[in-house]
C-alpha cells in the first residue's frame, strides 16, 4: 500500500501496482454501468476506507460499495456458515444476527446460499444493516436468485466488492473476498462448517487478522459441524450465545449502542432490575419470573452488566448493585 501513498496521480498508482490504465472507451462504458447500478468507489486512503481492512498489508486499493459507504465504518461482525445448514444451523444464524443486529452492529456474510442469506435476513427483518461481500463485479448479484435480497441490503447496509466491473464470480475471487469480509469485522461468528468449507477458509484469514474467532457447536456426528468444532478444538472462542460475542467485543473497548430495539430493551432491563430488587437470581430463575427463556434477557442482562448496574456472584446469582457500591 506504500505506492498508493506515495503515487502523484490514479495512473501513477496503477502502474506502481502493475497494472494498465483502461481505454478511454472502456472507462466511459464502466462509469456508465456504475451510474446505473448506484456503485460508488471508496479508494484506499480515503475516510470513507474502513480502517480494519486498510491495515492488511493486501487491503484491496478501491472498493465498488452499492448502497450507504458508512456502513463499512461502523463496527461490524462477520457470520459464515454452510450453505446446506441444518434447521439447527439456520435457527442459530438467525438468532445470532438479530441479537447482534440488534445491539447496534453491522452484519457482515458473504450473499452465499445458507448461513450467509440467512444472517442477512434476520439482520434486516429486525431493522439492522448488513453488508454483503462479493466475488464478482459490482454492478452483478451473484448468486443471481439473491437479487431482490441485495436490493433489500443495498436499501439499509451496502453490497462490497474489490473487483472491477464485468468480474465474473469466479473461483480463485472467493478466498480473496473470504479475507475481506473477515478483515471489515471485529469478531467472526461460523455456524456451522463441514470439514472443507470456504468458512473455514475466511476463519483462516481472521486468525491471520487478529480478529476474534467464534464457532458454534454442533453434534460430533454431524458433518455440518465438523469445521466449526474442528476450530474449538484448535482454539476457537465457543459461540454459546450472542452475549458471548457482545463480551467479547467489549473486552476490546468496543460496545455498540443499540438501535432498533433500544425503546423495548430499556423497558426489558427495567424489569430484570425489577425482578433482581428482592434477591439475587440466577439467569434460569430470572428467565422464569420475566416468563421469558433465558437465552432470551441475555443481551439485556449483559448490557447491565456493562453498565455496572447489575453483577453476577461467585455462585453465578446475578444481584443489583446499590447506587452506593456502584
Known sequence: MAELRRAASPGAALAALGLAAPAPE???ADLAVLQRAGVVGVPYGSRAYPERLGRLPDAPPLLWVRGDPQALVADCVAMVGARAPSAYGRATAARFAEELARAGLVIVSGLATGIDAVSHEA??????????????????VYPPRHGALARRIARSGALVTEFPPGTPPRAPHFPLRNRVISGLATALVVVEARERSGSLVTAGHAAEQDVDVYAVPGPIDAATSAGTNRL???????????????????????????????????EAAGGIVAALQDEPLTRDELGRRLGRAPDRIAIEVLELELEGRVVEDRDGRLRVVSPARA
Open 123 to 140: 439482520t434486516l427483518r429486525c431493522g439492522g444493516r448488513t453488508l454483503a461481500v462479493q466475488a464478482c463485479g459490482p454492478e452483478q
Open 232 to 266: 474449538l478444538r484448535d482454539g476457537a472462542f465457543a459461540a454459546l450465545g450472542p452475549e458471548e460475542v457482545l463480551a467479547g467485543l467489549a473486552r476490546h473497548g468496543v460496545v455498540p449502542a443499540s438501535r432498533a430495539a433500544r425503546p423495548r430493551r430499556t
Open 26 to 28: 472502456r472507462l466511459q
